[in-house]
Nanobody
Framework: QVQLVESGGGLVQPGGSLRLSCAASESIFRTYNMGWYRQAPGKQRELVAA???????NYADSVKGRFTISRDNAKNTVYLQMNSLKPDDTAVYYCNAHSPYSGLHYWGQGTQVTVSL
């Protein structure tokens, strides 16, 4: 069982920046594909950014050029650097770990990001 703990959310003004972190419990973290999802009130959960075990990344069109996902396998941690934040980025952000071997997905508890004046 993989446990994921997110941190770094909060309230920020439009145009500001935040960095989210997600710490995983297992030392085999390096074999997992990792992702950040978000869910705004009344909307479905959507993929924001993902990074494979090999370091390949992909992003939702709405965040390309503003968000950067990265991972530190030595620390079992994945990050989401969010710049030029907009009110539309307001949501609960969830960390996801996917094992390509077992097919299982694991989720963190979520962290709130609010972009407002």
């Amino acid at each position: 069982q993989v446990q994921l703990v997110e941190s770094g959310g909060g309230l920020v003004q439009p145009g500001g920046s935040l960095r989210l972190s997600c710490a995983a419990s297992e030392s085999i973290f390096r074999t997992y594909n990792m992702g950040w999802y978000r869910q705004a009130p009344g909307k479905q959960r959507e993929l924001v950014a993902a990074i494979s075990s090999g370091g390949s990344t992909n992003y939702a069109d709405s965040v390309k050029g503003r968000f950067t996902i990265s991972r530190d396998n030595a620390k079992n941690t994945v990050y989401l650097q969010m710049n030029s934040l907009k009110p539309d980025d307001t949501a609960v952000y969830y960390c996801n770990a996917h094992s390509p071997y077992s097919g299982l997905h694991y989720w963190g508890q979520g962290t709130q990001v609010t972009v407002s004046l």
